[in-house]
């Protein structure tokens, strides 16, 4: 009995020792797959910083101690610390840029594969795409708010350059700022299985005498089974009252008492889409579809149903199979709703006008390319402006009910060639278009990706939605793989267009009110 | 100042017959009843997203200077096309063609632009009207 307690003892010991190696790829690199937070005090204060309101107080995390400004720009940024309130972009929920974005106190979850790194973040679902493939820059010098990021592994560092920053990002919460000149070298290392020892050299002459480096460990989540979503404007949209809650849609919305009974089994029952060449596939034998693709979006952002050119409202080809008329099976109130959306004083109630993420299945026709990635266990998927989702393809438990989501909660799986994704726990605030076609919380999406050929996908989307509509209803977009890069949206941070809607809506209610 | 010239040229025609980046309703911003010309100078191009910026000071009748802000697709879909912000410099007049905003503020959706030269091209933006020519 005591020998076999010491050998058990032993074993756990051994595997213990084990744990400690880090993960790898099947290719040998280490994996640094999963979802992980910095635990720091970094993003208030990257030197030494006394306790203020709102911030924390903390330890340098710079080699040395002190960044080496150059004097004026320690001036400026003493300013920029008076001023933080105002002056800090984060605090009007602007992209954080590189290296901020690593050490905010929010989750993000790394996906890798043998051409890209990319990072998800929680905080307003910003990603990062890091190309470590050697794939040259398509698009040169073009600034941005998260910079451009390409990687090499050196040994088992992945290190990546980030260049083509703008200069309206800090590196903190106490006015650490930079110009245009910024470069940043990042490394990872896995210090062990839920260690990644994380440095950013920063190197701007315009503001630094000399490069710096700071450091700070990246901690895996080991409590947090998935990431959820923290949309920073639209949380602080809906807190100041800029963004008024719909209650025909939004959880917990219930199904209006007057709707016509809802057929959940009436179906076109559409043949599947012709494949018509061979199609890509992985080392798994299953449909290769990573890659970036434009959407032939045929004008689903203006009318899922066919619709001509209405003033400066680009037509619709109609994206409606089933119904096989194409029109969108709508309960009578939910059609007046409809029609009223599409007025000029409505436009500023279309949550992509704010910017928002579009919610599934509006990201899958905005006119905007997508990048899909294929790591271990999910299908990612990389909105252009800057939104992800991501489809499990391993089963995990169900949110609670009250758990919802702008871009909903979405499995996977494979029957025959045909990614088959199925999403709820929606929130009910996206809508699907500009001209106001409706959504609501209790929407259900079945999507079919089939290759039909080496390089085009066609997309399916089935909505189950019982408070608008009387049936289900599918769409269908074909999806092009061509040989680009995803670009930047930095969308809220340059809207000019909401303010002018703002107001077309403001002189609308005035009138209103005084007509009553 | 060929190059620019060109340049825009070659981005602006190619926008016309291709897909806009609209983020939020044109038709709800813009007025039909408020269609507007304007000659002016640029005094900044606005590198944008979701929209880029044309600014143009116009001098009316009554001797006043106003800068428009004039709306065009994203800054994404000109560089896609080969544009790059250096290639339309301040200074250079243009002829404009397109719907004020419905408040009424010096502001304009993009139908057509004419330069000096008397050739006339689109400006993307999500104005159909100017995609079908």
């Not at chain 1, 199925?422 to 106001?436: I, M, P, Q």
């Not at chain 1, 989307?461 to 930047?488: F, G, K, Q, S």
């Not at chain 2, 825009?8 to 038709?27: C, E, I, K, R």
């Not at chain 2, 091209?121 to 100017?130: D, E, R, T, V, Y």
């Amino acid at each position: 009995m005591l020998r076999a307690l010491v050998v058990s003892i032993a074993v756990a010991v051994a595997a213990s020792a084990t744990a400690q190696t880090v993960p790898r790829m099947p290719d040998g690199k280490p994996d640094l797959q999963g979802i992980w937070q910095a635990h720091s005090r970094a993003a208030y204060g990257l030197e030494y910083h006394d306790a203020k309101y709102l911030l924390p107080a903390g330890p340098s995390v710079v080699d040395g101690g002190e960044i080496p400004y150059l004097p004026a720009a320690r001036e400026q940024q003493r300013q920029n610390f008076a001023n933080r309130a105002q002056a800090d972009p984060l605090s009007h929920c602007y992209l954080p840029g590189v290296p901020r974005i690593m050490y905010l106190e929010h989750p993000f979850q790394i996906f890798q594969t043998r051409e890209h790194v990319g990072v998800t973040f929680e905080w307003s679902q910003v990603f990062r795409l890091i190309y470590t493939a050697g794939q040259p820059t398509k698009h040169e010098g073009i600034e941005s708010w998260m910079g451009n990021s390409r990687g090499r592994w050196e040994g088992d560092v992945l290190v990546v350059e980030v260049t083509d920053h703008n200069d309206r990002t800090w590196l903190d919460a106490a006015g650490t700022f930079h110009s245009t000149a910024l470069r940043v070298t990042e490394r990872y290392a896995l210090r062990d299985a839920n260690t990644i020892d994380y440095s950013a050299t920063i190197e701007d002459p315009k503001v630094f005498a000399r490069p710096w480096t700071i450091r700070v460990p990246l901690h895996r989540q080991t409590d947090l089974p998935r990431l959820y979503e923290y949309q920073c404007q639209a949380e602080k949209e809906e807190a100041n009252g800029e963004f008024e809650r719909d209650p025909q849609t939004w959880y917990p919305a219930p199904i209006p008492e007057g709707n016509a009974r809802f057929d959940a089994r009436a179906s076109a029952n559409l043949p599947p889409p012709a494949v018509t060449g061979a199609i890509r596939r992985g080392p798994d034998g299953k449909p290769d579809i990573s890659g970036w693709y434009e959407l032939d979006a045929g004008g689903g952002n203006y009318g899922l149903e066919s619709s001509p050119q209405i003033f400066l409202t680009p037509a619709s080809r109609g994206l409606v199979v089933d119904p096989t008329d194409g029109k969108l099976p709508y309960q009578a109130w939910a059609r007046a709703e409809r029609i009223e959306r599409a007025l000029p004083h409505r436009g500023y109630d279309d949550p992509t006008a704010h910017c928002f993420v579009a919610g599934i299945p509006r990201s899958h026709y905005v006119p905007q390319p997508v990048q899909i990635l294929q790591p271990r266990g999910f299908v990612v998927v990389l909105f252009e402006r800057m939104a992800w989702r991501h489809i499990v393809m391993t089963p995990r438990p169900p949110l609670p009910d009250h758990v919802r989501l702008w871009q909903g909660d979405s499995a996977g799986h494979w029957e025959g060639d045909t990614l088959v994704v199925e999403s709820k726990s929606f929130n009910g605030k996206a809508w699907l278009n500009e001209v106001g076609d409706i959504v609501s919380h209790m929407q259900t999406v079945v999507e079919r990706f089939t290759p039909v050929d080496e390089d085009t996908i066609v997309y399916r989307a089935t909505v189950t939605d019982p408070i608008p509509y009387t049936r289900p209803w599918t769409i269908e977009v074909p999806m092009h793989r061509r040989n680009d890069e995803l670009l930047e949206v930095a969308c809220h941070e340059d809207n000019q267009d909401l303010e002018h809607l703002k107001q077309v809506r403001d002189e609308y209610r005035a009138q209103q009110r005084a007509t009553r | 100042m060929t190059r620019p010239f060109t340049a825009f040229a070659v981005a602006v025609a190619a926008l016309a017959a291709g897909a806009a980046a609209a983020h939020h309703s044109f038709s709800a911003e813009y007025d039909p009843e408020r269609p507007v010309k304007l000659t002016g100078k640029v005094t900044e191009m606005r590198w944008s997203n979701p929209h880029a910026w044309i600014y143009l000071d116009v001098t009316g009748d009554d001797g006043k200077t106003v800068n428009w802000a004039l709306e065009m697709t994203g800054a994404n879909g000109l560089i896609r096309r080969g544009w790059r912000r250096e290639d339309l410099p301040a200074g250079t007049v243009l002829v404009i063609e397109g719907w004020q905003a419905r408040n009424a503020t010096p502001t304009v959706n993009i139908a057509t632009v004419t330069f000096p030269d008397g050739r006339t091209l689109f400006a993307g933006s999500s104005n159909p009207a100017a995609r079908q020519q």
